[in-house]
Each structure stands twice: as C-alpha cells, then as structure tokens.
Antibody
C-alpha cells in the first residue's frame, strides 16, 4: 500500500523549534519530489515547501523562508521539516504530499505554537 | 503568485441533486508543454485531502464517475452529477502550472440541505 505517515508534531512555545518527519512506503521514494502542506485550524490548505527527488531543488513559501528547512534521506524513505523560530501563526496540521501531482497525502501531524 | 478563487464558498445540496463548484485563476494555467495543471481535492470531515481530478478532467482511480472536471485557461468547474451523503466535505482546486508556490482555492464546503 502506498503510504505517507507524518510524526513529530506537538506543543511548542513561540520562538521554539520542532522537527517533523514523514515516512514513505509502497513506492520508490527516491524517484519523487515531496511537499509539505499545512492547514491552520478551520482554514484552507497552504503549500509550505518542496524538495526534489535528489534534494537538488528546494523551494519554500515566503511565510516560512529562513525559518524552516526541508530535507530527505532516501535510504530511509523519509522526509523532514526542521521548523525554527516558530510563531503562533505556524499552528496547523502539517501534511506531506507526494510529488507535484499531490496524489498521495499523509494523515497529518498537529503542531501547536502557544505559550 | 497565482490567485485561485472558488465559488460558492458554501454549497448546500439536496441528496441526489447535482452540484457545481467554480474555480478561477488570476492567470492562464496552460503550461508550455500544452498541459493545464489544475487539480481538485476532496477533504471529508476529519480526514486528509484526497485528489479527485488532475489536469482539469482526469479522474483518479477509485473516484466515482459522478465526479467530473472541465474548463480551460482561467475558468474551471467541478461537477457532481448526483450528490451522495459521502460527498460531504470541503473541495479545493489547486494550480501546479506556475510554481512555486503551488496555490489552492479557499475551499468550498459542501453540505446536505
């Protein structure tokens, strides 16, 4: 079964850091770019970041540029999102989604930034 | 950035009746390869988004044929021929032509009247 499973969410204070993970299975992870997409409570979908299959191409939304870092380990079929200098407005469910097609999504992991 | 505008934002529908959601982009979504990268997603309550339609009108595997997508250039439509109870949720359009960033519509909440 093709699957993406996120983990690492939790409660963090403003200015803090958190590292999210996304574990892939059921497909050749190393052949596809992967995205992070987030959804604030009761709000719509916002694209956050993209990394190409070999990590040579990386993009970020302006809202997270300079604070978030996307990376991947193809040997472990895993994607990561290092989030620093977290703000209240980063509170959201974070999803990983496969490639530019967004054809496979994980179940999401909740990040709450609050004092 | 390309702005995606959906209407209506709320759509109450009687079971068995058709439904239609509009999505307009701030610029043409035709890519240099001739394809138009416009997708539709369904998000049922408490679930992750699921892709229904890609490249305007191609249904994903397992998506009922009551769902159809159409449109061109800057105007696109998702139609449900006969709404069923399992169709309740929020529907999003997304463009993948002019990225980064990928941009989504605001979402249309479909409910049962």
């Amino acid at each position: 079964e093709v699957q993406l499973v996120e983990s690492g969410g939790g409660l963090v204070q403003p200015g803090g850091s958190l590292r999210l993970s996304c574990a892939a299975s059921g497909f050749t992870f190393s052949s596809y770019g992967i995205n992070w997409v987030r959804q604030a409570p009761g709000k719509g979908l916002e694209w956050v970041s993209y990394i190409s299959s070999g990590s040579s191409t990386i993009y970020y939304a302006d809202s997270v540029k300079g604070r978030f870092t996307i990376s991947r380990d193809n040997a472990k079929s895993s994607l990561y999102l290092q989030m620093n200098s977290l703000r209240d407005e980063d509170t959201a469910v974070y999803y990983c989604a496969k490639s530019g097609a967004f054809d496979i999504w994980g179940q999401g992991t909740m990040v709450t930034v609050s004092s | 950035d390309v702005v995606m505008t959906q209407s209506p934002l709320s759509l109450p529908v009687t079971l068995g009746q058709p439904a239609s959601i509009s999505c307009r982009s701030s610029q043409s979504l035709v890519y240099s390869d001739g394809n138009t990268y416009l997708s539709w997603f369904q998000q049922r309550p408490g679930q992750s988004p699921r892709r229904l339609i890609y490249k305007v009108s191609n249904r994903d595997s397992g998506v009922p044929d009551r769902f159809s997508g159409s449109g061109s250039g800057t105007d696109f439509t998702l139609k449900i021929s006969r709404v069923e109870a399992e169709d309740v949720g929020v529907y999003y359009c997304m463009q993948g032509t002019h990225w980064p960033p990928y941009t989504f519509g605001q979402g249309t909440k479909l409910g049962i009247k």
